[in-house]
């Protein structure tokens, strides 16, 4: 996984805010694993089909995929940096404020 991130700083009313303004995600997905929960008897022949489509159409399921994970963990990642670092910035660059 490569993610890049992109911080702005601004001022307002006189103080100086630092946030993640864009986050790119490059996931490099080699393969992935699943399982079915097989302890109700009445789902094992479908649990078996969806296993049967899944390994068919394994790299199909990848391109619809990949594109909405890497923003899901962009966005995630947006929102944890800048619950840190918002509102912060005298606290985590006390020589430049």
Sequence with gaps: MKITVDFKEETKNGKTEIYVSKVKTILNIKMFKYKFDDSEKDLVQ??????????????????????????AVSKLVITVINNVVRNRFEQLFPNEA
């Design 46 to 71: 479908l649990h078996e089909a969806l296993t049967n489509i899944i390994n068919e159409n394994e790299k199909d399921i990848f391109i619809k995929v990949k594109p909405v994970l890497e923003e």
